[in-house]
């Protein structure tokens, strides 16, 4: 059974004119298999049972459940060692998934529905006419105008992506040609994983149908316990020559699985390189890009991304994004443990993290992406507080606090909807990660004390925020304590009120023991974007636009510090920031 792409309909002939049998730049098809053809390692598995006997119907029926092989991953007790188990590979249902009947040509669609909760599905057929069954890695629920959540799975190493990523081709399987007849036809499909025992020698037909798996549970999740809330339309981007190179993501150099923001490329991109990084079956990091996704729509990051690992102290937008991530993994696939794969023979166990717990060499601080994981996924489990609170703190307070996101201002949203236990819970979790709950609870971690590790606290890093109005000079510093790029320290953060809507200047002067260091800077926010800087002809003075009398987070940070390739050491650097109305 082959891998093939499907494109639009208008298109369809021209993509059936290759081998039913072979990689096209198409369709990810599948040949027939079971009791009319043989099979082929890796592809669709299509077995057709003869009509039942009578009584006939008078319309020809078409039933049979749709399946795809998944490959779970072994792990050993210490979590050091393991990977991808072959051995061990289940067929899965694939869950509202679209199925059509196709007529031999290619050219029209005969029927159409959708797989149900088992991957089962039945369509009505025109008698006598011939055709084939084609399963498109692509889901959606509810209503057609505005459902639920649509879900796509493309190739974008497709040609049809570097004009639009939205035109890229779907993944589908397809079966043999057969022609309906009265009564029913039963027609089961399976994806297969392509896997030879030695290495993908067959078609990767599954490969699509897993990414779909994982984040249709997700979604569905989701809607449950805000039924009221739809997700927005998503591609998925999978190609078997997507791997961790930075580059064309047209020649699938993806650089990781990632979500990707920009309007014109949007979507969740996943690796595929065989022997180097596969995650179609890693439902760990398909599901944290997917909770990148659900953030970043329906909530708000902050995150400034970058290189990051569980044993790193992070810009708090950082260290809150990506222990969401984990955390939102492990709650909807309804397990502690996150793994990745990689390597050759996808044997190598590159991550593998028990959300139920912090490592001991990792810091139990609010700047730790695993301390703030583990708040969240414990915040999730328990009885006093669950999924449900945490989600609707994403989308109401979280969204529109006037803080950077991080642990404290999700916290703030999250603990005026709690019971008194469940209150109680989230002061007990929220003083695990070095946060002061109760009264002293805020977006702006103003009672925080420490980092983590009271005694090595950096004045670059606490308080979390240093106060600003106007017409106020203070000395604020920025540290490569922590490392550079997306570290903690490395931004400043300020929390900055105005009295008035209008525009105001802000002046950096380095502090007199840092003369030479001449390339601090200030960002002003309002609910996580950038305000207008009126001024471009300097960075050490910068003018933006405040919309409204209030409070604004607000970054000051130094070109040095922000560059790896500079600093070898760790070092401070301060400067005076002051603040007044501009000149009208």
């Given at each position: 059974?082959?891998?093939?792409?499907?494109?639009?309909?208008?298109?369809?002939?021209?993509?059936?004119?290759?081998?039913?049998?072979?990689?096209?730049?198409?369709?990810?098809?599948?040949?027939?298999?079971?009791?009319?053809?043989?099979?082929?390692?890796?592809?669709?598995?299509?077995?057709?049972?003869?009509?039942s006997?009578?009584?006939?119907?008078?319309?020809?029926?078409?039933?049979?459940?749709?399946?795809?092989?998944?490959?779970?991953?072994?792990a050993?007790?210490?979590?050091s060692?393991?990977g991808?188990?072959?051995?061990?590979?289940?067929?899965?249902?694939?869950?509202?998934?679209?199925?059509?009947?196709?007529?031999?040509?290619?050219?029209?669609?005969?029927?159409?529905?959708?797989?149900?909760?088992?991957?089962?599905?039945?369509?009505?057929?025109?008698?006598?006419?011939?055709?084939?069954?084609?399963?498109?890695?692509?889901?959606?629920?509810?209503?057609?105008?505005t459902?639920?959540?649509?879900?796509?799975?493309?190739?974008?190493?497709?040609?049809?992506?570097?004009?639009?990523?939205?035109?890229?081709?779907?993944?589908?399987?397809?079966?043999?040609?057969?022609?309906?007849?009265?009564?029913?036809?039963?027609?089961?499909?399976?994806?297969?994983?392509?896997?030879?025992?030695a290495?993908?020698?067959?078609?990767?037909?599954?490969?699509?149908?897993?990414?779909?798996?994982?984040?249709?549970?997700?979604?569905?999740?989701?809607?449950?316990?805000?039924?009221?809330?739809?997700?927005?339309?998503?591609?998925?981007?999978?190609?078997?020559?997507?791997?961790p190179?930075?580059?064309?993501?047209?020649?699938?150099?993806?650089?990781?699985?990632h979500?990707?923001?920009?309007?014109?490329?949007?979507?969740l991109?996943?690796?595929?390189?065989?022997?180097?990084?596969?995650?179609?079956?890693?439902?760990?990091?398909?599901?944290?890009?997917?909770?990148?996704?659900?953030?970043?729509?329906?909530?708000?990051?902050?995150s400034?991304?970058?290189d990051?690992?569980?044993?790193?102290?992070l810009?708090?937008?950082?260290?809150?994004?990506?222990?969401?991530?984990?955390?939102?993994?492990?709650?909807?696939?309804?397990?502690?443990?996150?793994?990745?794969?990689?390597?050759?023979?996808?044997?190598?166990?590159?991550v593998?993290?028990?959300?139920?717990?912090?490592?001991?060499?990792?810091?139990?601080?609010?700047?730790?992406?695993?301390?703030?994981?583990?708040?969240?996924?414990?915040?999730?489990?328990?009885?006093?507080?669950?999924?449900?609170?945490?989600?609707?703190?994403?989308?109401?307070?979280?969204?529109?606090?006037?803080?950077?996101t991080?642990?404290?201002?999700?916290?703030?949203?999250?603990?005026?909807?709690?019971?008194?236990?469940?209150?109680?819970?989230?002061?007990?979790?929220?003083?695990?990660?070095?946060?002061?709950?109760?009264?002293?609870?805020?977006?702006?971690?103003?009672?925080?004390?420490?980092?983590?590790?009271?005694?090595?606290?950096?004045?670059?890093?606490?308080?979390?925020?240093l106060?600003?109005?106007?017409?106020?000079?203070?000395?604020?510093?920025?540290?490569?304590?922590?490392?550079?790029?997306?570290?903690?320290?490395?931004?400043?953060?300020?929390?900055?009120?105005?009295?008035?809507?209008?525009?105001?200047?802000?002046?950096?002067?380095?502090?007199?023991?840092?003369?030479?260091?001449?390339?601090?800077?200030?960002?002003?926010?309002?609910?996580?974007?950038?305000?207008?800087?009126?001024?471009?002809?300097?960075?050490?003075?910068?003018?933006?636009?405040f919309?409204?009398?209030?409070?604004?987070?607000?970054?000051?940070?130094?070109?040095?510090?922000?560059?790896?390739?500079?600093?070898?050491?760790?070092?401070?650097?301060?400067?005076?920031?002051?603040?007044?109305?501009?000149?009208?």
């Open positions: 059974m082959a891998m093939h792409r499907i494109k639009p309909l208008n298109r369809t002939k021209r993509a059936f004119r290759f081998s039913f049998c072979t990689l096209t730049a198409a369709v990810l098809a599948g040949c027939g298999g079971g009791s009319d053809s043989s099979s082929t390692s890796g592809g669709a598995t299509n077995n057709i049972s003869p009509p006997p009578p009584p006939a119907v008078a319309t020809p029926t078409i039933s049979g459940k749709i399946t795809y092989d998944s490959v779970p991953t072994t050993s007790t210490s979590g060692t393991g991808l188990d072959y051995s061990k590979t289940t067929q899965l249902p694939v869950s509202h998934a679209l199925v059509e009947l196709v007529s031999s040509d290619g050219a029209t669609i005969l029927g159409n529905t959708t797989t149900d909760d088992t991957g089962a599905y039945t369509l009505n057929a025109p008698s006598g006419k011939p055709g084939y069954v084609r399963v498109t890695a692509q889901a959606f629920e509810g209503p057609a105008s459902p639920d959540y649509t879900i796509k799975v493309r190739d974008n190493t497709a040609p049809e992506y570097s004009a639009s990523p939205d035109t890229a081709p779907l993944y589908s399987m397809r079966g043999s040609v057969f022609t309906p007849t009265t009564g029913v036809t039963k027609l089961d499909l399976n994806a297969g994983s392509g896997w030879t025992g290495n993908y020698g067959g078609a990767r037909t599954a490969a699509p149908f897993a990414i779909l798996d994982q984040t249709v549970n997700a979604a569905r999740q989701l809607h449950r316990a805000e039924p009221g809330v739809a997700l927005p339309a998503l591609n998925i981007f999978w190609s078997i020559n997507n791997r190179t930075s580059g064309d993501a047209n020649s699938g150099f993806i650089t990781t699985s979500y990707q923001r920009a309007d014109q490329s949007k979507g991109y996943i690796l595929g390189a065989e022997d180097v990084d596969t995650d179609e079956y890693d439902s760990s990091v398909i599901v944290h890009e997917f909770g990148h996704y659900v953030e970043a729509n329906l909530s708000r990051s902050d400034i991304g970058g990051h690992s569980a044993a790193n102290m810009d708090i937008r950082v260290a809150f994004g990506e222990g969401f991530g984990n955390a939102f993994s492990s709650m909807m696939r309804g397990t502690p443990v996150y793994t990745d794969t990689a390597g050759a023979r996808q044997s190598v166990l590159s593998s993290l028990h959300l139920d717990q912090v490592p001991p060499a990792d810091a139990k601080s609010w700047a730790n992406e695993a301390a703030v994981g583990n708040f969240l996924y414990s915040a999730s489990q328990s009885a006093d507080i669950g999924f449900a609170p945490l989600y609707h703190a994403l989308l109401n307070g979280e969204r529109t606090t006037p803080a950077l991080s642990a404290f201002s999700f916290a703030t949203a999250l603990r005026p909807a709690l019971t008194d236990a469940g209150k109680s819970k989230l002061d007990a979790l929220l003083g695990d990660i070095a946060v002061q709950g109760g009264s002293q609870l805020d977006a702006w971690g103003t009672q925080t004390k420490s980092s983590g590790d009271p005694g090595g606290d950096n004045s670059a890093a606490v308080p979390v925020y106060p600003l109005t106007v017409g106020q000079s203070i000395t604020a510093c920025v540290t490569t304590e922590y490392g550079t790029d997306n570290k903690l320290g490395v931004y400043r953060h300020l929390r900055v009120t105005v009295p008035a809507a209008g525009a105001y200047q802000f002046t950096t002067v380095p502090a007199a023991r840092d003369e030479s260091v001449n390339d601090f800077g200030v960002i002003v926010y309002s609910q996580g974007k950038p305000l207008l800087n009126l001024t471009s002809t300097s960075s050490t003075v910068s003018t933006y636009v919309p409204a009398a209030g409070v604004y987070a607000a970054d000051m940070m130094s070109a040095r510090a922000l560059d790896s390739s500079t600093e070898t050491a760790p070092m401070s650097y301060c400067a005076n920031v002051l603040m007044k109305t501009a000149n009208p």
